[in-house]
């Protein structure tokens, strides 16, 4: 039977996993093929896939091939969120090692529309430089930040002069929390009714968000398009060069399979 691993964390790696189980929520093995779902063991309580699950880093690019050759992997899909740039990587250098075919399953990133005022930067650093002119351009007080970028990247855009932060995340960020950053832990989907209510509760002036893509986070991009909000847009890092890539569980699932 041909061995699959998927490396996820993701709406996505949990469909793909779903439907090379035979799309129910029974075993690992359907359709021909043995699934094993890899996660980073970083997230508590964290959404599972069905079947085989194993947990934790494999310890680098070494750590990967070696457990790719011993589990006998016949096929490696990459369906990490488009920010876990150290995996993909580790990914795409344990497959050119070991022969294991690699196929990256990424969501498409969002567009920009009529009645958006986005900015995209090309880094968590880029953006906390834009919201440090952007205080330094206040004239009232401080400027009111959503922060949706994650709590690890808190520590970038702590600091700041004149910017008070709403910072959204899954897991609580590791202490100590500055006076000037409120934590709201929620981890979705959510809703433009919710958002909305949310941006007004808080008199937020500007939404700090990665272009993560997909339908659960998107309700606070329209909310902030009603109201009228800013939203600073951290670009995805680039792929490796040469990776196959698709932006659907089903075109991963048909590849999967042979
Ligand atoms: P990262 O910076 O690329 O990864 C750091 C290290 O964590 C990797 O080098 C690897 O350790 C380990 N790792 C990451 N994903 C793994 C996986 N699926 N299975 C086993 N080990 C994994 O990634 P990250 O940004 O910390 O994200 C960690 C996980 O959370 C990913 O699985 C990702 O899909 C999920 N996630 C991330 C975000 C985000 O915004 N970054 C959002 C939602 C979900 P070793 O080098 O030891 O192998």
Same mark, same amino acid.
């Given at each position: 039977m041909r061995r699959v691993l998927i490396l996820g964390g993701t709406a996505e790696a949990r469909a793909l996993a779903a439907e090379l189980s035979g799309? &129910? /929520?029974?075993? /690992? &093995?359907?359709r021909g093929v043995h699934v094993v779902s890899s996660l980073a063991g970083r997230v508590s309580n964290p959404r599972l896939p069905v079947g085989e699950v194993r947990e934790g880093g494999f310890g680098g690019a070494d750590g990967l091939a070696a457990w790719l050759a011993a589990e006998r992997i016949d096929a490696l899909v990459d +369906?990490?969120? !488009?920010? +876990?740039a150290r995996m993909t990587a580790s990914a795409a250098e344990a497959s050119a090692r070991t022969g294991v075919p690699l196929l990256v399953l990424r969501r498409p990133g969002w567009r920009e529309g009529p009645g958006d005022a986005w900015q995209r930067v090309p880094s968590l650093p880029a953006a906390a430089a834009r919201l440090f002119e952007t205080a330094a351009q206040s004239s009232g007080g401080a400027v009111r930040v959503f922060l949706t =970028?994650?709590?690890? &990247?808190l520590p970038v855009f702590t600091?700041? +002069?004149?910017v008070w932060l709403l910072a959204r995340s899954v897991d609580p960020p590791e202490p !100590?929390? !500055?006076?000037h950053v409120h934590v709201l832990l929620d981890r979705g989907p959510y809703t433009v009714e919710g958002e909305r209510a949310l941006i007004r509760e808080h008199r937020l002036d500007v939404l700090v968000t990665k272009? &993560?893509?997909?339908?659960? =986070?998107t309700a606070k991009l329209v909310a902030a398009r009603e109201l009228g909000l800013p939203v600073i847009m951290v670009d995805r890092p680039p792929l490796p060069a040469g990776v196959r890539l698709v932006e659907t569980a089903t075109e991963a699932a048909a590849w999967a399979q042979g």
């Open positions: 799309g &129910s /929520s029974g075993g /690992s &093995s359907g +369906a990490t969120h !488009p920010f +876990a =970028t994650g709590r690890r &990247s600091g700041l +002069a004149g !100590p929390v !500055p006076d272009d &993560s893509g997909g339908p659960m =986070t």
